[in-house]
């Protein structure tokens, strides 16, 4: 066994990326909230990163073979949390998607999912390593990942059950499904897809409204386009520079909406400019691509497919999030990894990136 106390297999390098960006959400987050009710925020940001790198370095410690090997008994408890969330959930601007602790303490049982998916689509494909995919081998690893999607959505939350998905399609693609395969399933799911949205019988009323808004939001300027309209304003109003460091009129003047977690990058953009969003986009690319690497160096398969599960979340997120931010995506709720407010989010990044660490410290071992 390599000797783990020491961390000297750690990616420093990719931790440091990481804290620069989670300095620039802590800044962010200040500003954002400095004339709300939210002020404060940046604070609990802190604590929140704080305990996030704990259990980082904690999980580091841990084989990931081991978490493997008891995957299926999580996956078991994360799907009874989200039944446990529809029935005792304590519900927010009309969706229950927390458990309420003593302490005030809110447990979003649909973040952590994300990980437990990650390790057990790993674990299913690891298990298939070099068998040719069957229609059979298709539908067990749809139905893993749309069981806890299922129960995510009767919260209802789209944003987050989104998630789930390139979890599924990095599973199928690194377990080598073929291209005839791929062209079947993409023309279901567009039928399927073109039928719902034909109907509307499938999209709940806000849902509905979400994507009228992304189609032409001045069609409801005031109601349901009013946060895509104000981000436009916020993004295009930061100019090549920004107006700077809690300087933002659409920001201070609380005209964009949740400028602290959802819409953080459009707050960032309208300080920061250009060059801003430029340098933390390039933040996001140096952290994937140190992600990639480690997934290249790792020991055995089922390190690559966890840290390429990790990668598929995270981009998805960044471009749901950020094309949210700009217009060319319906708002969805998606938070931007290390940079939106949200104690259950940081906490998931940075598990996961402690099993990516889990990972790189036992390339080398047999």
């Known amino acids: 066994m390599p000797r783990l106390s020491s961390y000297r297999d750690f990616d420093w390098v990719l931790l440091g990326f990481v ?39 904690v999980i580091s410690l841990i084989d990931y073979h081991r978490l493997i090997d008891i995957i299926h008994w999580a996956y078991g408890v994360s799907v009874l949390s989200l039944i446990a969330v529809l029935i005792v959930g304590t519900k927010v601007l009309g969706g229950r ?23 057990a689509v790993a674990r299913y494909f690891w298990g298939l390593a070099g068998k040719e995919l069957t229609w059979g081998d298709i539908g067990k690893a749809a139905a893993m990942v749309m069981v806890p999607m299922a129960l995510v959505l009767k919260q209802p939350d789209l944003g987050t059950a989104l998630t789930y998905l390139p979890i599924l399609i990095c599973g199928l693609f690194l377990g080598g499904i073929r291209v005839k395969q791929v062209g079947l399933v993409v023309l279901a799911i ?5 039928v719902a949205w034909k109907s509307g019988k499938h999209l709940k009323p ?7 808004a992304f189609m032409d939001p001045d069609s409801d300027p005031r109601g349901s386009g009013y946060q895509i309209r104000q981000s436009l304003i916020a993004v295009g109003s930061g100019g090549i520079w920004g107006k700077g460091a809690n300087k933002g009129t659409q920001t201070q003047g609380d005209f964009l909406p949740i400028p602290y977690t959802d819409f953080i990058f459009a707050a960032f953009c309208e300080e920061h400019g250009f060059v801003g969003a430029i340098g933390v986009l390039l933040l996001y690319f140096l952290i994937l691509m140190r992600l990639i690497q480690n997934a290249q ?44 407010y949200g104690g259950s989010s940081v906490l998931f ?8 660490m889990n990972i790189r410290m036992r390339r080398f071992v047999n």
């Open 97 to 119: 998607r927390w458990i309420k602790f003593p302490g005030g303490i809110h447990f979003q049982p649909s973040e952590w999912v994300k990980l437990v998916l990650i390790l």
């Open 349 to 356: 990044t940075f598990l996961s990136l402690g099993i990516v």
């Open 297 to 340: 160096t790792a020991s055995d398969l089922p390190g690559s497919f966890i840290i390429m599960g990790v990668v598929a979340v995270i981009v998805f997120q960044i471009a749901v999030n950020v094309g949210m931010v700009v217009g060319l995506m319906p708002v969805t709720g998606i938070p931007l990894p290390l940079l939106s």
């Open 190 to 194: 567009a039928l399927i897809g073109g």
């Open 206 to 212: 806000y849902q509905q409204a979400r994507i009228n």
């Open 19 to 57: 804290l620069l960006l989670s300095l620039i959400s802590v800044l962010e987050i200040k500003s954002a909230t400095l004339h709300t009710k939210f002020h404060g925020f940046d604070h609990k940001q802190i604590q929140f990163l704080a305990g996030g790198i704990f259990l980082m370095f």
